[in-house]
Every structure is written in structure tokens, then in C-alpha cells.
């Protein structure tokens, strides 16, 4: 099997799991949804909708930045990106931490904690594929070859 559909295989199927146990929270965290109006994970076909934007946002994004940026920015970029993934599941984790999130059900906890991991998965990916990868060469003459991101 090829190895970005495998890729694309193993994010659906991270999706669907992180959907399914957003919108599974007990009780209280049903109450929880409904009084503070988070509508976008109220039920499972809202929750895989809500994660699947999220994901194939970031993936689209991470897409085109590998396309159109060079070296060097793309780097920036994929790193930041990363930085903000991390950052998100530091706070969903302070969050959930909290007396109020903690009675919500281990698996809405899960569902809420997966989600920047996921992105941060894919956003490390692109990183360490950006890192390792050979710079594009443009020929300007045909005895000196210049890389395209080449440092002043």
C-alpha cells in the first residue's frame, strides 16, 4: 500500500475515533455540552464533521505549504505550527485538569486531548519530511549550480 494512503488512512480513522469519543461524554458532561452550547460536538455525525474540517484544514495547509514555500519558510512554518499544536494540548490539558472537566467522562477527556495530538502528529511530520529533504535546484548557469533557498 502506498504510503500517503496509508497516511491518509491512519488520520481518517484517528478522526473518526477522536468524533466518536467527543461525543460520547457522560451525564454531566452532556449537561456540560448543552448549557455552555458546544452544538459542533452535541452528536457524533456533528463531532466527525467538526474533526474532519479541523484535520483536513491542517493537512490541506500543510499541503500547500510544501508546495509554494520555499526551504527555509516552509521550516518556519511547519514549526510554528507545531509550536501552536503544542501549546493547544498544554491548555487542553491544564484545562481538563480542572475539578469541573474531570467529571466529564475519561472518554470526552481522550477525545478532547486527541485532537492536538493529532495535528501535532501531522504537523511534526511535515517538519521532519521538510528537514530531511534535498533542496530544489535551479540552474541559472550551466557551470554554478544555486539552490533556490539559497542564504544571503
Same mark, same amino acid.
Given at each position: 500500500?502506498?504510503?500517503?494512503?496509508?497516511?491518509?488512512?491512519?488520520?481518517?480513522?484517528?478522526?473518526?475515533? =477522536? #468524533?466518536?469519543?467527543? #461525543?460520547? /461524554?457522560?451525564?454531566? +458532561?452532556?449537561?456540560?455540552?448543552?448549557?455552555?452550547?458546544?452544538?459542533?460536538?452535541?452528536?457524533? /455525525?456533528? #463531532?466527525?464533521? $467538526?474533526?474532519?474540517?479541523?484535520? +483536513?484544514?491542517?493537512? #490541506?495547509?500543510?499541503?500547500? %505549504?510544501?508546495?509554494? &514555500? =520555499?526551504?527555509? /519558510?516552509?521550516?518556519?512554518?511547519?514549526?510554528? @505550527?507545531?509550536?501552536?499544536?503544542?501549546?493547544?494540548?498544554?491548555?487542553?490539558?491544564? $484545562?481538563?485538569?480542572?475539578?469541573?472537566?474531570?467529571?466529564?467522562?475519561? &472518554?470526552? %477527556?481522550?477525545?478532547?486531548?486527541?485532537?492536538?495530538?493529532?495535528?501535532?502528529?501531522?504537523?511534526?511530520?511535515? @517538519? %521532519?519530511?521538510?528537514?530531511?529533504?534535498? /533542496?530544489?535546484?535551479?540552474?541559472? =548557469?550551466?557551470?554554478?549550480?544555486?539552490?533556490? =533557498?539559497?542564504?544571503?
Amino acid at each position: 500500500m502506498n504510503k500517503k494512503v496509508s497516511s491518509l488512512l491512519l488520520l481518517l480513522a484517528l478522526s473518526v475515533t =477522536d #468524533a466518536y469519543l467527543l #461525543a460520547h /461524554p457522560n451525564l454531566i +458532561g452532556k449537561l456540560g455540552v448543552m448549557v455552555y452550547k458546544h452544538v459542533y460536538i452535541r452528536n457524533f /455525525p456533528r #463531532a466527525l464533521l $467538526t474533526v474532519l474540517l479541523v484535520v +483536513g484544514i491542517s493537512l #490541506a495547509l500543510c499541503e500547500l %505549504i510544501r508546495r509554494f &514555500a =520555499d526551504r527555509k /519558510p516552509a521550516t518556519i512554518y511547519y514549526s510554528w @505550527l507545531l509550536g501552536i499544536a503544542v501549546f493547544w494540548f498544554g491548555y487542553v490539558y491544564l $484545562t481538563f485538569s480542572t475539578f469541573s472537566y474531570r467529571i466529564t467522562g475519561k &472518554a470526552f %477527556i481522550y477525545g478532547a486531548h486527541l485532537l492536538p495530538v493529532i495535528l501535532a502528529g501531522l504537523f511534526g511530520r511535515y @517538519l %521532519i519530511k521538510q528537514i530531511l529533504s534535498k /533542496p530544489r535546484y535551479v540552474e541559472t =548557469d550551466p557551470t554554478v549550480k544555486w539552490t533556490k =533557498d539559497k542564504e544571503a
